[in-house]
Structure formats: structure tokens, C-alpha cells
């Protein structure tokens, strides 16, 4: 049987790092698989949309990290999202290209950059971006201007600053809110034994930040996402209204399935359907 016409799914992306074949190649192989089309794809950030060496210069990674990826094909038009794609970003991007319009902007076809903070409306839902991680020492500072690349930290283009919180406190409303890392408290209790020892979280306290947390509080969107532990992990975020928002975390990429999963909008109700897990993936 057919979905009712206001149906539709979307997918949700952890970590690129660049591998933008594996991406698209992934959910190709979910949609033929479920007899299924995508309207969008969300990406938590780490996206790493790099056209060239000067842009991936302008990356804040150590050197053994540092690959050019697959956006070159898509930005030179000899490759195609077959979806639109809308991405925040992470710790790791070419700051070079995307502060060049730190509003967000179209960087190919059917690719798009929200900005450091900022708001897309498709398909009847609100979607809001908070790009970067939290960084204490850079927080009450400005955005470093581009003509300081090379000589001031490439980490000090990564952070979101005081201002972007304001301005994404000022968004009012989303359905769906993207941040790079976790919002803090979401680990429950039964839970924080598989985050000591873990990458980027030596103890469940320290997973997430407070500022990621006052955003979704502030918004109270239907659905969070993020990425930048590598990660799979659904949580609940509880507000003292008595809401509560889901949170989906999302590995990376390279490390398959769990870098995915698949949500469906049905008469205004999302949820999640599946992650790839349960599907093969290419």
C-alpha cells in the first residue's frame, strides 16, 4: 500500500569527513532497498566540503587527518546530490570557503550551508543549525576575520561564540534543531558506564555542552541531531514544562551504518523508521 500523499522521509547524517561518496552511495542503497525516496538530507557537520588544498589548508585537524574528500566531483559538477542536503558545521571544516559567508549559502547543487547560525523551511518543517563546538577561552570573542588565516589557530574559527548563542536564542521556534556536539545531560543513568574511558568523553559528565543544551531548551524542537563523538546514541532531553525532545547522535561515516538514520514525517507526526543497521549498506 502506497504512503498517504503528505508522507515523506528524511535522512539524518553524522560525520562526513569529506566522504561524500559514501554518503550518497549509503542512502541509495537504503532507498532502493525500502522502495523508498528521500525529500532531504540533514548533516550534523564535519561535513568537510574541501574543493581543493588551499581550502583544506584552512582546516583545523592534525596532518594525518587532513584528506581532500569527494566534494571536489560535486562542487565541479561531475558528481550530484541526488537530495538537498543541508549541513552545519563541525570542529573540522574549511573555514577558508564557509566564513565566506558566515550566513550560509549554496556551495553546489542541491547542497547548502547553514551558516553559523541558521534556519531552512522545507516540506512544512523548520530546521535550525548551530554551527561549531564550544570552546571557554574563544566564547566571549569575535569570529576571527578571514584575513587572519595563517597566523591566528585554525581551532579558532571551530567555536561558536556568545553572539551565535543570542542569535540562535532569538530563533523562536524549530521543528528540528542540528549541533555539531551533544547537548549536556543526555546520557541517562543506566547509560554512563559505556562513555568512561570513551573518545572526547573520559567521564558521562563531561559529554556534551551546557550552550547546545540552552538552545534546545530555548527551542524546544521535535527532534535534536547531532554528531562528533562517532557515536550512536538516542537520548531524551526533559524540560521542566514536563516536554521532552529526542535526541539522535550519529556515528561518522567511515564506520557505516550507525552513521545514519531515516525519519518519517506521516500527518505531521515524525519519527524514526530505522537506522542502516538493519539494511545493507555499501
Not at 583544506?56 to 546530490?81: E, V
Not at 570542529?91 to 565566506?100: F, I, S
Not at 521543528?175 to 551533544?182: G, R
Request: charge should be negative; glycine fraction near 8%.
Amino acid at each position: 500500500m502506497a504512503p498517504p500523499p503528505d508522507t515523506f522521509c528524511f535522512a539524518a547524517v553524522g560525520d562526513v569527513h569529506g566522504r561524500m561518496d559514501r554518503m550518497v552511495s549509503s542512502l541509495q542503497t537504503w532507498a532502493k532497498s525500502a522502495h523508498r525516496e528521500l525529500a532531504f538530507v540533514l548533516q550534523v557537520g564535519d561535513f568537510e566540503p574541501h574543493r581543493d588544498d588551499a581550502d583544506l589548508a584552512t582546516m583545523a585537524a592534525p596532518a594525518r587527518y587532513k584528506h581532500l574528500g569527494d566534494f571536489a566531483d560535486y562542487h565541479q559538477k561531475r558528481r550530484r546530490f541526488p537530495w538537498p542536503v543541508y549541513f552545519i558545521g563541525g570542529n573540522h571544516e574549511p573555514h577558508g570557503y564557509l566564513d565566506t559567508a558566515p550566513e550560509g549559502f549554496l556551495l553546489t547543487s542541491n547542497c547548502r550551508y547553514l551558516g553559523r547560525v541558521g534556519v531552512v523551511e522545507t516540506r512544512g518543517l523548520r530546521i535550525a543549525g548551530l554551527s561549531g563546538i564550544h570552546d571557554a577561552p574563544g566564547f566571549q570573542k569575535p569570529h576571527p576575520a578571514l584575513s587572519l588565516l595563517g597566523t591566528v589557530s585554525n581551532k579558532d574559527y571551530a567555536c561558536f561564540n556568545e553572539q551565535d548563542i543570542e542569535q540562535a536564542l532569538g530563533l523562536e521556534r524549530a521543528d528540528i534543531l542540528l549541533v555539531h556536539d551533544w547537548p549536556s545531560g543526555l546520557v541517562a543513568a543506566e547509560d554512563r558506564q559505556d562513555f568512561e574511558h570513551q573518545r572526547r568523553s573520559p567521564h558521562a559528565d563531561a559529554v556534551g555542552n551546557e550552550y547546545a543544551r540552552l538552545v534546545a531548551e530555548a527551542l524546544q524542537p521535535r527532534l535534536v541531531l547531532c554528531g562528533h563523538l562517532h557515536k550512536r546514541y538516542r537520548g531524551t532531553l526533559k524540560w521542566p514544562s514536563g516536554a521532552q525532545t529526542p535526541v539522535c547522535c550519529l556515528a561518522s561515516v567511515e564506520q557505516g551504518a550507525e552513521a545514519f538514520a531515516i525519519f518519517q514525517v506521516s500527518r505531521g507526526a515524525l519519527q524514526e523508521v530505522t537506522h542502516l543497521g538493519t539494511l545493507p549498506v555499501r
